[in-house]
């Protein structure tokens, strides 16, 4: 599994952003690959976002974020946040057993 760790701040609307993301999302959903994504909000910095995509590979990952559609749409965000972009493994893992949940 490959995961992208973003943690995003953004430095105009917040509203565009959530925007921006979501078509971006959708955009990522119809790549192969993609296992799942999330875009979470700092509830102690408002401004504060950290996307989560996790993949089945890298090569996943890599063929998506170079079409152009993706390029165009993230590209949308320049000048509205400042990213700090992670590319992880992951090390540890789990889920809650079937009668906790």
């Known amino acids: 599994m490959y995961v992208i760790a973003n943690r995003i701040t953004v430095t105009g609307s917040t509203e565009l952003y959530e925007e921006i993301y979501a078509e971006g999302g959708a955009f990522m959903e ?12 700092s509830l102690h910095e ?9 993949w089945a590979d890298q090569e996943s990952f890599e063929r998506c974020a170079q079409q152009h559609e993706f390029k165009e749409i993230f590209g949308r965000t320049k000048g ?5 972009h992670h590319r992880c493994a992951v090390v540890s893992a789990g889920e ?6």
């Open 30 to 41: 119809r790549q192969p690959g993609l296992i799942r994504h999330q875009l979470v909000r």
């Open 46 to 54: 408002p401004d504060v976002y950290f996307s989560l995509a996790l």
């Open 80 to 84: 509205l946040v400042d990213i700090d």
């Open 96 to 101: 809650p057993a079937p009668a906790a949940r």
